[in-house]
């Protein structure tokens, strides 16, 4: 819980089956008013809270990067991993690369790590489409995916970075 309050800057609240966030020195705002970022962190506090995520919970999080600032990427993919150092099993889906990455540097710490206490089973799948056949695979590490379409727009990106700077 201190985790997320700390990226959201606050806490939050329920008056009259209203949620709100709690913001010292800025005052509280209605869910509602917030960006969706935060009520979706905000939602996750609640079910902390409430005690509905708990050890052996299951938590399907897509895409928590949406309307957040890119500085908040590794703070947020942290606190996720905490939960679920705590039990929870978590399914995040992303198309973001920085999201990709920390999640990828956390499972090749944890899986390096000596530390028992550190070690999570990531497993990083892709679902793709083999001509009208929807296919998937997993490994532990994204590096391993063979069908990755943030990766392959990522490398098309670079590519026509380069030409554009090697044509001048």
């Known amino acids: 819980m201190k ?29 509602g008013l917030v960006s969706e ?23 399907f999080l897509a895409e928590p990067e949406t309307n ?7 703070p947020v993919v942290d606190a996720i991993i905490e939960l679920s150092k705590m039990g929870v099993q978590v399914f995040v889906t992303t198309h973001d690369y920085f999201v990709q990455q920390c999640f990828n540097l956390a499972a090749t710490y ?29 490994f532990p590490y994204l590096h391993d995916l063979e069908h990755n ?7 098309q990106l670079y590519d026509r970075e380069q030409e554009l700077l090697n044509d001048n």
Do not use: H, W
């Open 37 to 59: 970022g935060y009520r979706k962190l905000s939602t996750i506090m609640y079910l902390i809270a409430s005690g509905t995520l708990t050890k052996d919970a299951v938590l």
């Open 68 to 74: 957040m600032n890119p500085k908040m990427i590794k």
């Open 110 to 138: 944890s899986n390096y790590s000596k530390d028992e206490k550190r070690k999570l089973d990531y497993q990083f799948i892709s679902l793709y489409k083999d001509q009208s056949e929807i296919k998937s695979e997993y």
């Open 149 to 155: 379409a943030v990766i392959e727009e990522f490398d």
């Open 3 to 31: 985790s997320f309050e700390k990226i959201v800057q606050g806490s939050i609240t329920q008056k009259d089956k209203n949620f709100y966030l709690k913001v010292p020195g800025a005052g509280e705002f209605e869910m």
